[in-house]
Nanobody, 118 residues
Framework: QVQLVESGGGLVQPGGSLRLSCVASGSIFSVNIMDWYRQAPGKQRELVARIFRGGNSYVADSVKGRFTISRDNAKNTVYLQMNSLSPEDTAVYYC????????????WGQGTQVTVSS
């Protein structure tokens, strides 16, 4: 079993930055992939960024050049650095992971709200 704790959401002005954190605990040995998703009102949940056990990463085209995913293995933490934020980035952001068996680590939680507004 893997437990995830998210933090870092909030209200930020257009052009500003936020860093989201996701701390994993439990059966860390079973984790293959760590993901950040987001869901805006009336839209489907979309994959924003992904980092693999081996270190390779993926960032969606919609946020490429502005968002960066990184990790601190010693702290079992994955970060999403979000720069040059715009109102279109307003959404609930979720983290999850995928085990080596191909299944999500945990149920979708409440996520953390990111609101970009002046």
């Amino acid at each position: 079993q893997v437990q995830l704790v998210e933090s870092g959401g909030g209200l930020v002005q257009p052009g500003g930055s936020l860093r989201l954190s996701c701390v994993a605990s439990g059966s860390i040995f079973s984790v293959n992939i760590m993901d950040w998703y987001r869901q805006a009102p009336g839209k489907q949940r979309e994959l924003v960024a992904r980092i693999f056990r081996g270190g390779n990463s993926y960032v969606a085209d919609s946020v490429k050049g502005r968002f960066t995913i990184s990790r601190d293995n010693a702290k079992n933490t994955v970060y999403l650095q979000m720069n040059s934020l715009s109102p279109e980035d307003t959404a609930v952001y979720y983290c999850n992971c995928i085990r080596f068996d191909g299944n999500f680590c945990d149920d979708w939680g409440q996520g953390t709200q990111v609101t970009v507004s002046s």
